[in-house]
Nanobody, 121 residues
Framework: QVQLVESGGGLVQPGGSLRLSCSAS????????MDWYRQAPGKQREFVAG???????NYRDSVKGRFTISRDNARNTVYLQMNSLKPEDTAVYFC???????????????WGQGTQVTVSS
């Protein structure tokens, strides 16, 4: 069994910062890409940022220069530092990871339960 657990969401004023964390636990052999997605009310889930096991990041255009993704492979944890937050960043943020479980040969997709980020004055 593998679980992803996010933390760090909350309410912040425009221009503020938040740091999200997502830790993977269970019978994990290796983790490939770890990503953050978000879903605002009435909208489809969208990619926010991703990072490979080698540390190469990728961002959607609207968050470039404001968000930074990083990961700690020893802790199976990915972080999303969000600065200069805007009201349009308000959404539920989901962690996603491509994980190879111990004793298996297939990489599966796993999702966290989501954490709410609200940017409002």
């Amino acid at each position: 069994q593998v679980q992803l657990v996010e933390s760090g969401g909350g309410l912040v004023q425009p221009g503020g910062s938040l740091r999200l964390s997502c830790s993977a636990s269970g019978s994990i052999f290796s983790i490939n890409v770890m990503d953050w997605y978000r879903q605002a009310p009435g909208k489809q889930r969208e990619f926010v940022a991703g990072i490979t096991s080698g540390g190469n990041p990728n961002y959607r255009d609207s968050v470039k220069g404001r968000f930074t993704i990083s990961r700690d492979n020893a802790r199976n944890t990915v972080y999303l530092q969000m600065n200069s937050l805007k009201p349009e960043d308000t959404a539920v943020y989901f962690c996603h990871a491509e994980i190879l479980r111990s004793g298996t040969w297939r990489i599966n997709d796993y999702w966290g339960q989501g954490t709410q980020v609200t940017v409002s004055s």
